[in-house]
């Protein structure tokens, strides 16, 4: 008797799950709104749904009978899904239709303009700086960012264990005569081997890398524009000239500069140039620590060495070479605070400029 009422009752199931799809599918047909449709599916297909109630009656029957019921509940689920997907699909149409037939649509009104791309603001300074040399005679020398120890120190009088190196924290890879550049001086030996004994004109622009702590005046990746010059009869009083010329390009003609002695193994004498701080004028300010004036580059005339590493004859031909930062220019230029901007992409940051 009691084998006799679990049949009745598998019987029972199926006879329950196949009016549960009756019901469903002769009301999906009357749902005539998108609101209606999703209260539709909260009563067929949600957790409180008679179907969800019949699959937690599974437990009750014999485990034999339990495939049964659990198939064609599942049947009944995936028909219920699929009739309600289409039902949706066709709402969609039916409302968009009525859209497009009832509302006017003004073809006159003007579109919405696309969000433009602008270009890194460190490489708006490297373009503006690059151009000022260009028209001041310079060409342009693409050097490479990785480099050898040789390049990148010991041509540069920078032997090994030189003191000067402690300054540049590198990072090398698994072969330790190969690097990342720590500046973009290697460039000038290349381009002097490359043009030796003809005289040269160049700007070295490109990316250097230091093994340096991250904070808001320091990072591991950065922007430098080299310069260098090499001829006859070049002297100190050409450097200075060609620099105040190029300041006065770039921050305003009316703009003072100053140099500074200073040392860098590749240049004798060495300078480094400051100009009038241009937020306060020189009374001084934050910017310029108090002090009227802002660090902008460091220079000197080659050194013999580095003239002779690269094939000419110091006793022939002399020269200037000098080096900038362009994310410390543009932090000056622009006010900003923290380096750490011009790298972490966002956009609310690159869309000032």
Known sequence: MKGGSFVSKLHTMIDRLN??????????????????????????????????????????????QRPAVGRRANEVKAGLEHAFAAREEALRREELDRSLSEQRLDVTLPGRRPNRGRIHPANRTVREIVHIWAEMGFQVYRSREVETDDYNFGLLNMPRHHPAREMLDTFYTTDPEVLLRTHTSPGQI?????????????????????????????????????????????????????LSAFARRFFGQQVRSRFRASYFPFTEPSAEMDIECFVCGGIGCPVCKRTGWLEVLGSGMVHPTVLENGGYDPELFSGFAFGMGTERITMLKHGIEDIRSFWANDLRFLAQF
Request: proline share 5%; hydrophobic share 40%.
């Open 19 to 64: 009016q549960i799809e009756r019901e469903a599918l002769a009301g999906l047909d009357a749902m005539r709104s998108s609101a209606d449709l999703q209260n539709w599916k909260v009563s067929h297909l949600g957790r409180s749904a008679p179907l969800a109630q019949i699959l937690d009656e599974l437990r009750e029957l014999p485990k034999d």
């Open 190 to 242: 290349r381009v002097m081997r490359e043009r030796a004994p003809e005289p040269i004109r160049v700007v070295l622009p490109g990316m250097c890398f230091r093994y340096e702590q991250i904070t808001a005046r320091s990072d591991i990746q950065f922007n430098q524009v080299e310069g260098l010059a090499v001829g006859h009869h070049i002297t100190l009083g050409d450097l200075k000239g060609t």
